[in-house]
């Protein structure tokens, strides 16, 4: 697993068949992106094959879930095993009705950018994508992702992914300046990122960088790349701009 300093560091784990696979080495990629990889295969949502856009549902948690619940994928989730309500995020300073468009923002920055469609369901036995709180709190947040053990044109296809934040931290909505308090949306591009199959690329230069950062409010071209490998491009936009984290749904 990744080194990185509490104020300034994303994690990621990956899941298959009840074996944890570490995460590739920090080492910056030469292309910007890196793709997640188990043994060797891609892992991504829709068909196995490389390129081919997908559909993908998510949830927020409205109940809490321990790694001892019967669902298979949640037993072998190494950082959100135990997944408090998304609810639990939400205060004073962050409704849950922020949390929402703000969760809704950060997956529409994802379709922009690549042949994606992303839809809320209410339950979660129908969500592809669980997003909750960390109910164990440690660090910042996390994303696990659950694939299948079968593998065809050198993919997986992803079965599950779960996002989980940290309660206990303070969250902001907007870049200030100030990095010892992360972005709501930043921090959710990043974690979705992982869900959809990409990794860290290395610890900065892109959204997908482990290290957090506001020098930039766009996805970069190494995040452009990688995502477009794996899905292609959006629906009738064959641009390789760079796509504004800022910009609302």
Known sequence: ?????????????????????????????????????????????????????ARISYAFARETLHMDDRRAWLADARNCGHLAPADALAGEHLPMETLARETASAFRVWERAANLSFHEVSDIRDADIVIGAQGEPRRRAFANVAYTA??????????????????EEVWKVGFDGNESVYDLRYTLIHEIGHAIGLDHPGPSGQVMGFRYTEAFHDLQSGDLRGVQRL???????RDDRLVDLADGV
């Open 231 to 237: 899905y292609g491009h959006a629906e009738g936009n």
């Open 150 to 167: 079968d593998a065809d044109d050198g993919v997986h296809a992803i079965e599950q992914a779960l996002v989980c934040l940290n309660p």
């Open 1 to 53: 697993m990744r080194k990185a300093t509490r104020a300034h560091g994303f994690m990621l784990a990956l899941i298959t068949a009840g074996c944890l696979a570490i995460p590739a080495s920090a080492q910056a990629a030469e292309d910007g992106y890196r793709l997640l990889e188990r043994d060797g295969y891609n892992v991504k949502w829709g068909e196995r094959r490389l390129g081919i856009g």
